[in-house]
Nanobody
């Protein structure tokens, strides 16, 4: 089982990016899916969460600008980022809590760099 993230890049302030993270392997069900980010010299922080029931939660710093969504059939979670600010610059990581071969296990994707220029 692995998570493959994509969609990072360089964008000017005020621009938009869309991150994707696809889970692959033997997966029976997907619980929470989340996006985290870590800026240089800072701790990793939770950006957004989507639960299996469809609930979503966001960090205060991204509310109204970022939207998390999921496609369960494609085992993919998305993060639409609008009105990007230089302080959004970070490595973004996806996280998923999956049921695989009868076990509930946490998985992390590799990071994808998002750089917002002023």
């Amino acid at each position: 089982v692995q998570l493959q993230a994509s969609g990072g890049g360089l964008v000017q302030a005020g621009g938009s990016l869309r991150l994707s993270c696809e889970a692959s392997g033997t997966i029976f069900s997907i619980n929470d899916m989340e996006w985290y980010r870590q800026a240089p010299g800072k701790r990793r922080e939770l950006v957004a969460t989507t639960t299996s029931g469809g609930n979503t939660n966001y960090a205060d710093s991204v509310k109204g600008r970022f939207t998390i969504s999921r496609d369960n059939a494609k085992k993919t979670v998305f993060l639409q980022m609008n009105s990007l600010k230089p302080e959004d610059t970070a490595v973004y990581y996806c996280f998923a809590r999956l049921v695989t071969t009868g076990r509930l296990t946490d998985y992390w994707g590799h990071g994808t760099q998002v750089t917002v220029s002023s």
